[in-house]
């Protein structure tokens, strides 16, 4: 009997997790024919340098350490990418509304800046690009909270290997990775997340811990688990039938764990009782 409702519960486990891994594997993806420079090499803890010289929307020259002067998400792109970019940067747009129903003021709060790692991309790039993005977020978002830099070779490479953001040109294009990399108001970075889809709790989590400068893992798998978003009351909710499911699950395996004990136990006894 134990051994019957143990495959049927092994077999529970596997269908309900099966989805859950499948979507957390998708966060990064393997791609085929990616070159190995492409990728992330996490540099918790360390900091960009603040002498790098940008050229802004405007072509103005900014010094990054004059910038990052408060919780910053930064977006490594180029602007004409024909994958991952558009999805990233859409997916930010996003977030920035929702962080604004989180009660996070964007320009006092946090700001986002949005590098180009293309050295020939340039500010007709980054302005082109910020007019169009600055008309998909609320009404009244201050423009100067989210800032499009490009640079040269030189200034693009020192920055991507403070960060351990790994690029490789393949011909007009790159293969690089997708992630928000956090940084604190002294430039010190605090966090990674990865992928190009991000929960808003997760984000709001991470401005606040860049705001005193903590250096701490992210918990996206987390918090996807235990929370879902509410479309309708545009805020999260905890996902009982989830986690219900998952106490069910659990019961039933201590109670299978139990059964297979207590047999064992049984067995002991009449094999004693027998010898006896």
Same mark, same amino acid.
């Given at each position: 009997?134990?051994?019957?409702?143990?495959?049927?519960?092994?077999?529970?486990?596997?269908?309900?997790?099966?989805?859950?891994?499948?979507?957390?594997?998708?966060?990064?993806?393997?791609?085929?024919?990616?070159?190995?420079?492409?990728?992330?090499?996490?540099?918790?803890?360390?900091?960009?340098?603040?002498?790098?010289?940008?050229?802004?929307?405007?072509?103005?020259?900014?010094?990054?350490?004059?910038?990052?002067?408060?919780?910053?998400?930064?977006?490594?792109?180029?602007?004409?990418?024909?994958?991952?970019?558009?999805?990233?940067?859409?997916?930010?747009?996003?977030?920035?509304?929702? +962080? +604004?129903?989180?009660?996070?003021?964007?320009?006092?709060?946090?700001?986002?800046?949005?590098?180009?790692?293309?050295?020939?991309?340039?500010?007709?790039?980054?302005?082109?690009?910020?007019?169009?993005?600055?008309?998909?977020?609320?009404?009244?978002?201050?423009?100067?909270?989210?800032?499009?830099?490009?640079?040269?070779?030189?200034?693009?490479?020192?920055?991507?290997?403070?960060?351990?953001?790994?690029?490789?040109?393949?011909?007009?294009?790159?293969?690089?990775?997708?992630?928000?990399?956090? +940084?604190?108001?002294?430039?010190?970075?605090?966090?990674?997340?990865?992928?190009?889809?991000?929960?808003?709790?997760?984000?709001?989590?991470?401005?606040?811990?860049?705001?005193?400068?903590?250096?701490?893992?992210?918990?996206?798998?987390?918090?996807?688990?235990?929370?879902?978003?509410?479309?309708?009351?545009?805020?999260?909710?905890?996902?009982?039938?989830?986690?219900?499911?998952?106490?069910?699950?659990?019961?039933?395996?201590?109670?299978?764990?139990?059964?297979?004990?207590?047999?064992?136990?049984?067995?002991?006894?009449?094999?004693?009782?027998?010898?006896?």
């Amino acid at each position: 009997m134990v051994r019957p409702l143990t495959t049927i519960i092994t077999a529970i486990i596997c269908l309900i997790s099966a989805p859950v891994m499948a979507g957390t594997e998708s966060e990064q993806p393997q791609v085929a024919g990616v070159p190995s420079a492409a990728g992330i090499d996490e540099k918790l803890g360390e900091f960009v340098p603040g002498e790098l010289v940008f050229l802004d929307e405007s072509g103005d020259s900014l010094q990054l350490g004059n910038i990052v002067d408060r919780p910053t998400i930064v977006t490594l792109v180029y602007y004409n990418c024909p994958s991952v970019c558009r999805p990233l940067l859409n997916e930010v747009s996003d977030m920035l509304g929702k +962080l +604004l129903d989180l009660k996070m003021n964007p320009g006092e709060d946090y700001q986002v800046i949005t590098i180009s790692f293309d050295e020939f991309d340039g500010p007709d790039g980054s302005a082109r690009l910020k007019k169009e993005y600055v008309n998909l977020l609320p009404e009244g978002f201050p423009e100067d909270a989210w800032t499009f830099l490009t640079a040269d070779a030189a200034t693009i490479q020192k920055f991507t290997q403070s960060v351990g953001f790994g690029f490789q040109r393949a011909g007009d294009d790159f293969a690089h990775p997708t992630t928000l990399v956090m +940084l604190s108001p002294k430039g010190k970075i605090t966090r990674y997340l990865y992928g190009a889809e991000y929960l808003p709790l997760d984000l709001k989590m991470a401005i606040y811990e860049a705001s005193g400068g903590q250096v701490g893992p992210t918990i996206a798998r987390m918090l996807k688990f235990c929370f879902s978003y509410d479309p309708e009351g545009r805020k999260y909710v905890l996902n009982l039938t989830r986690i219900v499911g998952t106490c069910m699950i659990l019961s039933l395996v201590g109670f299978a764990v139990f059964l297979r004990s207590a047999g064992r136990r049984r067995k002991g006894e009449v094999v004693q009782q027998d010898g006896e």
